[in-house]
């Protein structure tokens, strides 16, 4: 029976697992068939279900009564903790509880379909070694394949949401996508406009100013990994006193940053890269790509 | 395997520094035959290659910047119609709609990606903007003190 269940627990998820977990499980139904092959569990995909949601709901609603048969009473037992439990899993993310705040708010907003086989409870367990997301369909909702994926999608966005509500400052007493979408349209807007502005302030100020970096920067920031370098550039050997503002620029503009863990690669090709860029401004030529992912090891 | 959030690194602001700052000093050099107004583009031009250049390739933002020259020339690849038209018929909303086609806009390459994968990198491309216009200020800020 707990095979059973777990067998049920990992086909009822979303569009493209089935394919992964008939490989790793043996199923006592033939649902192998019709599926094609190259549907395999990755998070991005768009899901193409025309054909497919027929069989699934059909291999669903069988798995279902399989169960139904074999526990007939769990279903009344545990109505009233389904709507604490149920929430939907990404990944291997284990906190549930403002995700199931949110689900149940949304399932209170759904126009309930009484669909009985629909209630499954979640798994924490297994999150981590598979690569597919983890969807339950809530009671009272529907199991079509079209909606999981689609409650999956939403689920995704509104994450993401939030996150960008931590990033635009200002944003936390705002709830709703459009105006949390607003919101960060100004202020992509407003930071683009600001680009502009400076560097025409900037424009207008250099012609006054002749400095050069290789006095101001030593080469050493760049090539030591210890992430206090930033705060020990130092003061080079031919440091003269109308170079030392823009010295200060670099100290101030790198210190106000935190970079605990600033590591940054040799910078034997980068300078080529560089003036790859800019030598020839109008005529843009590329950067090679190997070039960049081979000297910006800087994010880990 | 994190395939759906990226890792939110914080931008690497000695680089970021460095190469816009290099920008500036060859831009500097060829101040004499450029007018202002030519400058002026071309510092933004660098500013956003050297955010760009930050932030690293892995990102599509930052390739459609590096590629295809973002800001002057907003050229970057759009979806062919009909997938643009299934993410489209995705979003019931007209309101959204519009809001998403206006971000796209705003983010290099946004066009190419579909919602939630525009929605992170617009979140890295914020994090690489602010780092920027922090730096830009802070260079303009010890030229305005010495002038």
């Not at chain 1, 670099?250 to 800019?278: F, G, Y």
Request: contains cysteine; glycine residues 4%; charged residues 20%.
């Amino acid at each position: 029976m707990i095979s059973a269940n777990v067998d049920e627990q990992h086909f009822l998820t979303s569009d493209w697992d089935p394919i992964l977990s008939m490989d790793n499980h043996t199923m006592s139904f033939d649902v192998s068939a019709g599926f094609p092959p190259y549907i395999v569990g990755v998070s991005e995909q768009m899901p193409n279900l025309s054909f497919f949601s027929s069989k699934r709901h059909e291999a669903s609603t069988h798995l279902v009564d399989n169960n139904h048969q074999t526990e007939p009473n769990l279903k009344g037992k545990k109505r009233k903790a389904v709507s604490n439990e149920v929430h939907i899993e990404v990944e291997q993310k284990k906190d549930g509880s403002p995700e199931s705040a949110k689900s149940s708010k949304e399932k209170d907003e759904k126009k309930g379909k009484t669909s009985k086989h629909s209630k499954v409870n979640t798994q924490n367990a297994d999150a981590g070694k598979d690569d597919y997301i983890h969807v339950r369909a809530k009671r009272g909702q529907a199991t079509n394949s079209h909606s999981l994926a689609e409650r999956v999608r939403r689920e995704k966005i509104s994450e993401r949401m939030r996150l960008l509500q931590d990033l635009v400052p200002g944003c936390n007493k705002i709830t709703g996508k459009a105006m949390m979408l607003d919101e960060i349209i100004n202020y992509v807007q407003s930071l683009q406009r600001q680009v502009e502005f400076l560097s025409m302030k900037l424009a207008a100020v250099h012609p006054e100013v002749n400095f050069d970096i290789e006095q101001i920067l030593p080469k050493g920031i760049l090539h030591s990994k210890d992430g206090n370098a930033a705060a020990t550039i130092g003061f080079g050997p031919g440091m003269t006193t109308s170079h030392s503002h823009l010295h200060g620029v670099i100290q101030t503009d790198v210190r106000m940053c935190s970079m605990p863990n600033s590591q940054i690669s040799s910078t034997a090709r980068i300078p080529n890269a560089w003036d790859h860029e800019l030598q020839n401004v109008v005529p843009m030529s590329f950067i090679d790509s190997k070039d960049l992912n081979g000297d910006l090891k800087v994010q880990t | 395997m994190h395939n759906n959030k990226y890792l939110k690194e914080n931008p690497n602001q000695p680089l970021l520094a460095y190469h816009f700052i290099q920008a500036l000093t060859r831009i500097n050099l060829a101040a004499h035959t450029t007018s202002t107004k030519q400058r002026s583009h071309i510092i933004k031009h660098a500013a956003y290659v050297s955010m760009a250049f930050a932030a690293g390739n892995k990102r599509t933002w930052t390739h459609a910047v590096l590629h295809n020259r973002f800001p002057i020339k907003t050229r970057f690849h759009r979806l062919s119609g009909s997938r643009r038209s299934f993410i489209v018929s995705l979003s019931r909303n007209k309101e959204t709609l519009h809001q998403a086609h206006l971000l796209r806009s705003l983010v290099p390459g946004g066009h190419a990606m579909e919602f939630s994968s525009l929605l992170m990198e617009t979140a890295n491309y914020i994090q690489y903007l602010t780092a920027q216009v922090r730096l830009m200020q802070c260079i303009v800020e010890k030229f305005d003190m010495h002038v």
